[in-house]
């Protein structure tokens, strides 16, 4: 859907990057009031199922969560929505979908929806296994969950089925579409299979060993969430956090230190022993021939740096009325750009002013009351849970955690190095599908006789020059506009007096008689005659070399002086040939390619 400056200014713009939005949606009851008490106890109902699933899920940047929405323009009645960041981390984005199919198998009626920057989820995970006439131009409102599965709105097949099923379906109409018994709309097991297999129901974790300032390693252990911020504070870090970082004012490590284990994602902790970071004066690692403890030590020391950063941000935070220097508000003003909202004007112009003071108007009004789409709010309310925990922060509390994870181990780190024979295993298994289809498609749409037919004539009715090979059917349009155009003036006017005066005059009768008699056929028998002798020729010095004569397929095998089969051996060189290419470019294969027929790859 292509956004509108009507869009941009209420909100309902494109998804950002790294973002997934989602909605679930339960049917409209005929008081709005009663869908929202209805919509209530579905989320709370929602909270209780997934329950088990989200409290023990370590999330890469925001999590999970849904509200209730009015739906004011489509569809006309309150619904459920979310939007949750995901940065790096794409199985956050997977164990959203997984808790949305369940979320449709134990709530009645639920249909959901999810889409990211990129698009349809569903529809660009199976896109492999779509049915042909689906395409971005037709597939808006088209997809959903229910019951569990994915299903597909199909289009109207004839006049009849327009009543039921509109060409471009409204998201009301399509949820109707969708629960209405009386039109399939169930994908096929193939879409459905490949959704499934790319579903994420528990984070990929890693436990590591760090050593670390005992305030924040008592934070971190209070509340592992904060974690992967921290992980986040220290990858993207700016000048302003390393100052902060060169104090460690808030969890410094001169008031000692503490070794635990922590669990990390896989990504956040990929990100952060990625990092080529040197640790700020205050820190005194150990030597690096104690590697164990000099891993442990550095580890820490970039996570207690990333927590200094993340808390000192909090800090400086701006209010309501600073929204120039937001992330969010930058991109909605270009957003607002791209559309040509400020009319050309150039930044800084007294017009451009007015209409930048608008938006930014417009942009607190719709965002600064939303904690979850205001950075400030966030901060604030990170800072308050930290301050919190600190609040209550004793060594006999900190000694407490650390007993609990007394036990903990460390992960093993191989996950993190890959050799090319694993590489190139994991990408065929991700990709087999996809080949054996293509392998399958190929082999279904060989026909050798239409290759052998389409070969011959190429043979006999391309032409060559100095562009290349013209294909049969594939001249070009402009091939004779440098031809000069040629006019006999007495041939047109004799033309013109035969129908009006009777026959021609007879001064242009002998010239006319000799364009119309036939040429003596001489000349063409003597030419095919010379041809034939020298096609013999040919077939004679070919055939006194025993090698050359030996490799041409004969009609009959055993008979040396059987007539060679064409037909046979054009297919054996084609082969041949396009199996010497080794799945490369090469000339059988493109020639094959022009003439519109694949073969397929050779796995011997």
């Not at 190429?458 to 090979?469: Q, R």
């Not at 129908?499 to 008699?517: D, K, N």
Request: aromatic residues 8%.
């Amino acid at each position: 859907m292509e956004t509108t400056l009507k869009d941009v200014f209420e909100g309902s713009v494109s998804v950002d990057a790294n973002q997934v939005e989602y909605a679930i949606y339960i049917p409209a009851l005929p008081e709005r009031s009663a869908t929202i008490a209805k919509l209530q106890e579905t989320l709370d109902a929602i909270h209780s199922l997934l329950k088990p699933y989200i409290d023990s899920y370590l999330w890469q940047k925001e999590p999970f969560h849904l509200s209730i929405t009015d739906g004011d323009q489509d569809p006309g009645y309150p619904f459920l929505r979310g939007t949750t960041l995901f940065n790096d981390c794409i199985n956050d984005e997977w164990f959203i979908v997984f808790l949305l199919r369940q979320i449709t198998l134990h709530i009645p009626d639920a249909v959901a929806t999810v889409v990211d920057n990129d698009g349809d989820v569903l529809l660009i995970e199976a896109a492999l296994e779509l049915p042909p006439w689906l395409d971005p131009s037709n597939s808006q409102h088209r997809v959903g969950l229910y019951h569990g599965q994915v299903h597909i709105i199909p289009l109207p097949r004839t006049p009849a089925d327009l009543i039921l099923i509109p060409p471009s379906p409204s998201i009301e109409r399509a949820l109707a579409i969708i629960r209405d018994p009386r039109i399939v709309t169930v994908a096929d097991k193939a879409v459905q299979d490949a959704i499934l297999d790319r579903l994420v129901d528990k984070p990929e974790l890693h436990r590591a060993r760090v050593t670390l300032p005992s305030r924040a390693a008592y934070v971190l252990l209070k509340r592992p969430q904060i974690l992967q911020q921290a992980v986040e504070a220290f990858y993207l870090r700016d000048p302003m956090g390393l100052k902060a970082c060169a104090t460690m004012a808030s969890f410094p490590p001169t008031q000692g230190n503490v070794s635990t284990v922590l669990t990390f994602t896989r990504t956040t902790y990929a990100q952060t022993v990625s990092q080529k970071f040197y640790a700020p004066k205050v820190f005194r690692l150990p030597p690096m021939s104690l590697k164990r403890d000099y891993k442990a030590a550095e580890l820490g020391m970039k996570i207690a740096c990333g927590l200094e950063m993340l808390y000192a941000s909090t800090n400086a935070s701006t209010g309501p009325g600073q929204s120039d220097n937001k992330p969010e508000f930058q991109q909605f003003v270009a957003r607002l750009a791209r559309l040509g909202y400020f009319r050309d004007e150039r930044p800084g112009s007294k017009m451009y002013k007015e209409l930048l003071e608008k938006a930014q108007k417009q942009f607190e009004k719709d965002w600064v009351h939303d904690t979850g789409s205001n950075p400030s709010l966030a901060a604030a309310a990170l800072r308050a849970t930290i301050d919190e925990v600190l609040f209550d922060y004793s060594d006999d509390r900190l000694q407490a955690l650390l007993a609990a994870r007394e036990k903990e181990t460390e992960d093993d780190e191989s996950w993190m190095h890959i050799d090319p024979k694993q590489l190139e295993e994991m990408l065929m298994q991700r990709m087999g599908r996809m080949q054996e289809q293509m392998a399958e498609e190929s082999m279904e749409g060989v026909d050798l006789d239409r290759m052998m037919g389409q070969f011959e004539k190429f043979l006999e009715g391309s032409k060559s020059g100095v562009d290349g090979v013209e294909f049969p059917g594939l001249e070009s349009d402009d091939e004779d506009e440098d031809v000069p155009i040629s006019f006999d003036m007495e041939r047109f006017m004799s033309i013109l007096r035969g129908p009006i005066g009777g026959l021609p005059s007879h001064a242009s009768a002998p010239e006319e008689e000799e364009q119309i008699r036939p040429k003596e056929p001489s000349a063409e028998k003597e030419k095919a005659q010379a041809l034939e002798e020298m096609m013999q020729e040919m077939d004679l010095e070919i055939n006194s070399h025993e090698k050359i004569g030996a490799s041409f397929a004969r009609e009959d095998e055993e008979d040396e002086d059987a007539p060679v089969d064409v037909s046979l051996n054009l297919v054996k060189n084609v082969l041949e040939s396009f199996k010497s290419q080794q799945g490369q470019p090469g000339p059988v294969g493109n020639i094959l390619g022009q003439l519109g027929i694949v073969l397929p790859a050779d796995d011997d």
